[in-house]
């Protein structure tokens, strides 16, 4: 009996209580931070590098914008786009350089052997004398132009190149596949245009990619040095064919889409000032500015070969 009476005692009191419910608490979706966002990574690269343009001093990882990221040293630089299937790598330092660029993009937490192309600028050692020792780490593909393709194979420039001897001989590499001008280099979702861009060096490539970040994508492009340095005994005005070549890719470089520049040599174009926005990262007119550097600078280059 004295159970019956307790259980109902409870049962009115349930019956007079409202009823709780306590809701099931919902783990939050993770987002995902950036690696190296500009935001931070971009002052310690200039805070580490200061003015220096030394090929071989070690620089931090900086993401450029969305799957795009500088992963070279404070005074050259190569560029690690990542994709869901494979990842794209443009130039390799030297073969020092090489190591630290390894080290960067471990340090960001991406395989080395997710890295299924890996793409040139210019065929002179600062650029891709490490290209043989990245292309062991990764079991990548290499592309080269047709021009550069036997100086990349060999470590040796060309006699055509207007640098020929003034470099000691790299560690060659094995050129996987051979690009024209507008030729693509795609891997799933990441598609690279080559643009052929002699005048620094006969087989010299610069390319453009879009980069996207949400639904803000940029066109990205990395434009070769361009710059007219040769050894003393070289005339540019001497080679009219080689000439008009010159200046054809300094205008396909003015032309073409840009909204954010790279270059070979993070100092040509302020890669330090435009990291830590004391000038804009996103510039249309970027690249129309470096050519037009590029045009002076070469007009100028000319004025004294006439002048002796």
């Given at each position: 009996?004295?159970?019956r009476l307790a259980t109902l005692a409870i049962a009115a009191i349930a019956a007079q209580s409202p009823i709780l419910t306590i809701p099931l608490q919902k783990t939050p979706r ?89 793409l040139m600028s210019h065929e002179h050692f600062d650029h891709v004398g490490g290209m043989a020792r990245l292309q062991q780490l990764t079991g990548a593909t290499l592309v080269t ?25 790299f560690p060659a590499a094995t050129v996987g596949r051979v690009i024209g001008d507008g030729g693509e280099v795609r891997l799933h979702d990441l598609n690279l245009t080559a643009m ?113």
């Open positions: 009996m004295f159970v993770q987002i995902e931070r950036p690696k190296a966002p500009i935001e931070e990574s971009g002052p310690q690269w200039a805070a580490t590098c200061g003015d220096s343009t030394d090929w071989d001093q070690p620089a931090p990882p900086v993401r450029i914008h969305a799957n795009t990221y500088l992963v070279g040293t404070c005074g050259i630089s190569a560029i690690l786009i990542t994709g869901d299937e494979g990842h794209v790598l443009i130039d390799a330092g030297t073969e020092k350089g090489a190591e630290l660029i390894a080290d960067n993009i471990r340090q960001l937490g991406f395989r080395l052997g997710d890295i299924k192309y890996l132009s047709a021009p550069a393709e036997k100086v990349l194979n060999t470590g040796v420039a060309s006699t055509d190149d207007p640098q020929s001897g003034m470099h000691k001989p052929t861009t002699p005048g620094h060096t006969p087989g010299a490539l610069s390319w453009r990619w879009e980069s996207c970040d949400g639904g803000v994508c940029r066109t990205m492009v990395y434009a070769d040095s361009l710059s007219p340095i040769s050894r003393d005994d070289y005339r540019f005005s001497d080679h009219p064919d080689y000439l008009a070549a010159y200046r054809a890719s300094i205008a396909k470089i003015a032309n073409t889409r840009c909204e954010i520049l790279l270059t070979p040599h993070p100092s040509a174009s302020a890669m330090k000032e435009r990291m830590t926005g004391k000038l804009p990262l996103f510039d249309p007119t970027g690249c129309r500015n470096y050519a037009a550097a590029l045009s002076k600078r070469l007009d100028d280059r000319l004025a004294k070969e006439a002048a002796k």
